[in-house]
């Protein structure tokens, strides 16, 4: 157990719906990340949190992707009108914030656009 | 720009055998962190050693080994007397420190089978 929970596990859903994420760290990690996978790829970020601050956007982040990290704490990601192509598992990962800290991940978001 | 290379996509050996599964890295910043994580079946990513770019001793840790050499980019990790629990995607990952997130950039993984 990594401590980072991430809900729902699976999440099917109709293309053209919105869908929400939901991430908790543990509360020590000030660092929590996004990141999408793909079938027989490795993970891919998406974008940075530190506390409450997004401080980074990969460009794989488009506008119909939205993230928030409240008082620091949990953290949601949004997918607003979504297309087949956003079928991947979405995972989230935390690390505490010294230089080079390992992130410990969740155990991931599937999401099925059909 | 960083880049994970893992030519190995897919392994399979014997219980007992000795397994080793390369990484080759490209990065412009002097100092980052090299990291080897694992996917069981399961799905969520397990971390397993990190290394950074000051440090090149070798280590061992139980059943696992790392080498890492600056000279060719390589940061080769080992499992030796691989058992069937090993079976799993391997990915190894890099970040900067440089930029301040310190993002992982994962190479396409390495599916590891370990027959009985």
């Known amino acids: 157990d990594t401590g980072v929970s991430q809900d729902p596990r699976h999440k099917i859903t109709k293309r053209g719906q919105n869908v929400t994420f939901r991430c908790d760290p543990i509360?020590?990690?000030?660092?929590l990340y996004w990141y999408r996978q793909t079938l027989g790829q490795g993970p891919e970020f998406l974008t940075y949190?530190?506390?409450?601050?997004?401080?980074?956007k990969s460009r794989l982040l488009s506008d119909r992707f939205s993230a928030e990290r409240p008082k620091g704490s949990f953290s949601t990601l949004e997918i607003q009108r979504t297309e087949q192509g956003d079928s991947a598992m979405y995972l989230c990962?935390?690390?505490?914030?010294?230089?080079?800290?390992?992130?410990?991940f969740g155990q991931g978001t599937r999401l099925t656009v059909v | 720009a960083q880049k994970v290379t893992q030519a190995q996509t897919e392994i399979s050996v014997v219980e007992k055998e000795d397994v080793t599964l390369d990484c080759v890295y490209e990065?412009?910043?002097?100092?980052?962190?090299l990291f080897w994580y694992k996917q069981p079946p399961s799905g969520e990513l397990v971390f397993l050693i990190r290394?950074?770019?000051?440090?090149?001793q070798n280590e061992i840790s139980g059943r696992y080994s790392w080498n890492f050499q600056k000279s060719t980019s390589s940061f080769n990790f080992t499992i030796t007397a691989s058992q069937v629990v090993d079976s799993a995607v391997y990915f190894c990952?890099?970040?900067?420190?440089?930029?301040?997130?310190?993002?992982?950039?994962f190479g396409k993984g390495m599916k590891l089978t370990v027959n009985p």
């Open positions: 949190f530190q506390n409450e601050a997004q401080l980074e």
């Open positions: 290394r950074n770019s000051f440090d090149e």
């Open positions: 990962a935390a690390a505490r914030g010294r230089q080079g800290a390992e992130a410990f």
């Open positions: 509360s020590e990690h000030n660092r």
């Open positions: 990065t412009r910043d002097t100092t980052y962190y």
């Open positions: 990952a890099l970040s900067e420190a440089q930029g301040g997130s310190e993002k992982l950039v």
